[in-house]
């Protein structure tokens, strides 16, 4: 079955950096690949999703790039404010199975 | 409803007791999922339906699970003999999946449950 990494775990960035959070996927025939943001105490959101067939997205500060040869795929938040901080989750979802498979997440603390 | 409601949103149990949690998901929505996260956690998959197939179980993590879709709406998930390790939020997401949609997770705001 399908196997998503996620690092780092945790990444602490000051305001107004960038930070980047990778993971890789072990099922090559995953086709999806959306990005949740999860706020304390609440639930998990979309921010932003790529298809297999798109090697990038943006969608104002943030951008998902895929590397569907090495099996990666990394979300980019640029201009970071505080409101970012969360817990973001990667996911892959396979053609077949339909099921979402999450990354173990990244704890994000942008920091005043 | 406009959104993924789930009940009851706190349960405290004691252990050994069986516990029924609750997914009413988005009208017109086809695939309804169960996950679970364990405090500081990421989501472990539990169990997925989609419309009238065979729902994918496979994350279910023992005998004592187990979830009903009644009517392709409505999702009960059902813990027997609950133990202590069963603490944890359980996120019940539902999806439209098929055609062009991307199949976009709307999650719930999830059932707290603790087992004492």
């Known amino acids: 079955g399908e196997n998503v990494e996620q690092h780092p775990s945790t990444l602490s960035v000051q305001e107004g950096d960038s930070a980047v959070i990778k993971c890789t996927y072990s099922d090559s025939a995953s086709n999806y690949f959306p990005w949740y943001k999860q706020e304390l105490g609440k639930r998990p959101q979309l921010i932003i999703d790529i298809r297999s067939n798109v090697g990038e997205k943006k969608d104002q500060r943030i951008a998902v790039t895929l590397n569907k040869t090495a099996k990666h795929f990394s979300l980019h938040i640029t201009e970071t404010q505080p409101e970012d901080s969360a817990v973001y989750f990667c996911?892959?979802?396979?053609?077949?199975?339909?099921?979402?498979?999450f990354g173990p997440g990244t704890r994000l603390s942008v920091l005043p | 409803g406009a959104g993924v409601s789930q009940s009851p949103s706190n349960k405290v149990t004691e252990k050994g007791k069986d516990v029924e949690l609750r997914c009413d998901p988005i009208?017109?929505?086809?695939?309804l999922y169960w996950y679970r996260q364990s405090l500081g956690q990421g989501l472990e998959f539990l169990i997925y339906f989609q419309g009238n197939s065979a729902p994918d179980k496979s994350g279910l993590p023992s005998d004592r699970f187990s979830a009903e879709r009644t009517g392709g709406s409505v999702s009960t998930l059902t813990i027997q003999r609950t133990q202590q390790e069963d603490s944890a939020v359980y996120l019940c997401?539902?999806?439209?999946?098929?055609?062009?949609?991307?199949?976009?997770?709307?999650f719930g705001e999830g059932s707290r449950l603790t087992v004492l």
């Open positions: 996911a892959a979802r396979t053609s077949y199975g339909q099921n979402f498979v």
């Open positions: 009208s017109g929505h086809t695939a």
């Open positions: 997401a539902s999806s439209l999946q098929g055609g062009t949609n991307t199949g976009e997770l709307f």
